[in-house]
T-cell receptor, first 112, second 117 residues
Framework: TQLLEQSPQFLSIQEGENLTVYCNSS?????LQWYRQEPGEGPVLLVT?????EVKKLKRLTFQFGDARKDSSLHITAAQPGDTGLYLC????????????FGTGTRLQVTL | GAGVSQSPSNKVTEKGKDVELRCDPI?????LYWYRQSLGQGLEFLIY????????KSGLPSDRFSAERTGGSVSTLTIQRTQQEDSAVYLC???????????????FGPGTRLTVL
């Protein structure tokens, strides 16, 4: 059973466009992380959100944690080719802090 | 080294053979995790170590899979009698924090790509 569903699965856009990736669950998470993974490498942490309704910005990336802590979104403004990669959300559930449940992933390709 | 390292980077084996995958975590990180990733998909949790103990082995898919960690550092994931469905990228991550906080930043190695023929 996949606890975290991401949408869309694939996204191909041109440089300069905006996009939003969604991470949804029916479960409550104590915290949620977003990672980006490039081919042949392990995921790299972008951000951690821990409070319902929290919004964090990292340059052109905006992350939001849902009020009920069941969902999250990643918005990229003016996408660049360097944003290309696999974006993964990962949630930690109360009582299982040692284990992250990863989402299904969103593969983003940004072309010139 | 400065980051998490894994070896080998690629492993091709025949069905039925045993394989050992190695992970060297970041020095001083007490928590270590193994994940499996199939064909660019999300990560599947396998096992978590805090020091040399494994309080959470719930993700190991069968008794053919085992892992150990020695000296609070290096970890080895062993797959016995490999099957074709074991083919995947096996990722290791380490963290300075374990289960004591509700979130922790995990640093990943580059992974070992396992192909079972």
């Amino acid at each position: 059973t996949q606890l975290l569903e991401q949408s869309p699965q694939f996204l191909s856009i041109q440089e300069g466009e905006n996009l939003t990736v969604y991470c949804n669950s029916s479960s409550v998470f104590s915290s949620l992380q977003w990672y980006r993974q490039e081919p042949g490498e392990g995921p790299v942490l972008l951000v951690t959100v821990v409070t319902g309704g929290e919004v964090k910005k990292l340059k052109r990336l905006t992350f939001q944690f849902g009020d009920a802590r069941k969902d999250s979104s990643l918005h990229i403004t003016a996408a660049q080719p360097g944003d290309t990669g696999l974006y993964l959300c990962a949630g930690a559930r109360t009582g299982t802090a040692s284990k992250l449940t990863f989402g299904t992933g969103t593969r983003l390709q940004v072309t010139l | 080294g400065a980051g998490v390292s894994q070896s080998p980077s690629n492993k091709v084996t025949e069905k039925g053979k045993d394989v050992e995958l190695r992970c060297d975590p970041i020095s001083g990180h007490t928590a270590l995790y193994w994940y499996r990733q199939s064909l660019g998909q999300g990560l599947e949790f396998l096992i978590y170590f805090q020091g040399n103990s494994a309080p959470d082995k719930s993700g190991l898919p069968s008794d053919r899979f085992s892992a150990e960690r020695t000296g609070g550092s290096v970890s080895t994931l062993t797959i016995q009698r490999t099957q074709q469905e074991d083919s995947a990228v096996y990722l290791c991550a380490s963290s300075a924090q374990g289960a004591f906080l509700s979130y922790n930043e995990q640093f990943f190695g580059p992974g070992t790509r396992l192909t079972v023929l």
